[in-house]
């Protein structure tokens, strides 16, 4: 029972209580649990978050259908059944499911692509909210746009329930990448890439202009997102990414998310500089998911231990089957989604 | 001086930055570093348990096999402070929550704590805080944090909130329910490092 405090000298939802919430999960493992059962198996196997899905990845891909928030009902009894966080994911740009899921006392939302995006337009606005958000990113563009829309927490969007790392790392490397030669920019070129990741918010004030023939419509002073006019936006964005330069990495945390499936995929991305990792489809569809989950959490606190990642990797059954990325139409690939 | 930052799980680099922080602030020579192998537990002078979640780092402890090592430290007079995560495990008893999920307490401070005793996420909150160390206020960053429901014998309240203890210590151990490595301000290390 939580206790009672006089509210009136409390601060709630800073920026700072965001994004420390997201760093008391590094090092860490978040499952994907579709039940109450499945999340106090996670929560003993060591994880330091459930994520409350409907269906793991690997089932939506099969089911095919437009894939929503859970029910509210699992998701209470999830957070009923164990101690540590409980995350769940909306539709990207719904900002009606994040609304309800801040409402059931869920801990974090996941904006996910591997649910059907609800906006083509816009994600959340998500600095109207009080609890904190992770978002999906491919690249520098997309973080940087999360990072400027209020996400506290990044992950790699990976490609979900495929067990195939190869897109999880893709994703790295861009970042990482992109961000060593973000470090070497002047000022102006900073300043001329910010303008660009700033051109997706365009699409729908584009698609109006031409729709009406307005030739008139300015862009530079038009209200696009969250009550800015687009030059304040590309101002921010470049402040987002000065602050990404000056840290020479991500201002918050980025975990590994999209196709871990063992305790090795798990170390290379940490390897590579994630902060901790998601597993979706990984675990319960492992054949020893309890097994499988205490693996992966001592591969990641132990990373960089070749030694502890074969340890831990021996005799763990059958890891999920997986699927190659070529064998997946482009259209079907979730990543492709919310950018 | 080296100063172990307990690196299974959590906020450790937060910490690891902190510490060295306050050793400049002090002008002691020394570091701070992380820790989570036994050989290592035994090169250290002090120790920091960071935030994270209670029962993975209770489990991790264990699976490092540091759990003997840490106690026997502690118990010897090394000094430990545990912040929020850290906080409960310094603890001698725990509320359902800590039992309920067989968290396993180092069992090193004459205190009881209550997990998630404000709330969630969503309950989580900044505060002006009343210290019987500082003259000013500490700014308190408390996240999905513990609070100290009972102390006994030689351990005593530092810091309360309303009537709720936050802050805890009996002799060269520290237990702290909020996250000072957050707070951009380092009494709370600099304190720990006189200890």
Known sequence: M????????????TELLKRGFAKMQKGGVIMDVTNAEQAVISEEAGAVAVMALERVPADIRTAGGVARMADPKKIEEIIESVTIPVMAKARIGHFAEAQALETLGVDMVDESEVLTPADPFFHIDKKQFKIPFVCGTRNLGEAARRLFEGAAMMRTKGEAGTGNVVEAVRHMRIMNSSIYRLCDLSESEMHRTAG???????????????????????????????????????????????????????????????????????????QLGCDGVFVGSGIFKSGDPPVMARAIVEAVTNFDDPSV??????????????LDINEIPEHERLQERGT | MKIGVLAVQGAVSEHVEMTNRALRDLGRSGSAAV?????????????????????????????????????????????????????????????????????????????????????????????????????????????????????????????????????AGQAHLLAVAFHPELSGDPRVHRFFLDL
């Open chain 1, 196 to 270: 660009k990741f700033a051109e997706k918010y365009l699409t729908l004030a584009g698609f109006v202009k031409s729709h009406m023939a307005d030739e008139k419509a300015d862009f530079s002073t038009m209200t696009i997102f969250g009550g800015k006019t687009y030059s304040t936006m590309v101002e921010e964005i470049h402040d987002v990414l000065k602050e990404i330069a000056e840290m020479k990495r991500l201002p918050v945390v980025n975990f590994a998310a999209g196709g871990i499936a063992t305790p090795a995929d798990a170390a290379i991305m940490m």
């Open chain 1, 2 to 13: 939580p206790l009672d405090l006089d509210l009136s000298k409390l601060r709630f939802g």
């Open chain 2, 35 to 167: 820790v989570r192998r036994v050989d290592q537990i035994e090169g250290i002078d002090s120790l920091i348990i960071p935030g994270g979640e209670s029962t993975t780092i209770s489990r991790l402890i264990d699976k490092q096999g540091l759990r003997d090592s840490i106690v026997k430290r502690g118990q010897d007079g090394m000094p430990i402070m545990g912040t929020c995560a850290g906080c409960i495990l310094m603890a001698k008893a725990g509320d359902e929550d800590v039992e309920r999920t067989d968290t396993e307490l180092l069992s090193l401070m004459d205190m009881k704590v209550a997990r998630n005793a404000f709330g969630g996420q969503r309950e989580s909150f900044e505060a002006e805080l009343d210290t019987v160390l500082f003259e000013e206020p500490f700014p308190g960053v408390f996240i999905r944090a513990p609070a100290i429901a009972e102390v006994w014998e030689d351990c005593r309240s530092l810091a309360r909130l309303d009537e709720h203890v936050v802050m």
């Open chain 1, 309 to 322: 990642i074969a340890e831990v990797s021996k005799s763990l059954g059958d890891p999920m089957r997986g």
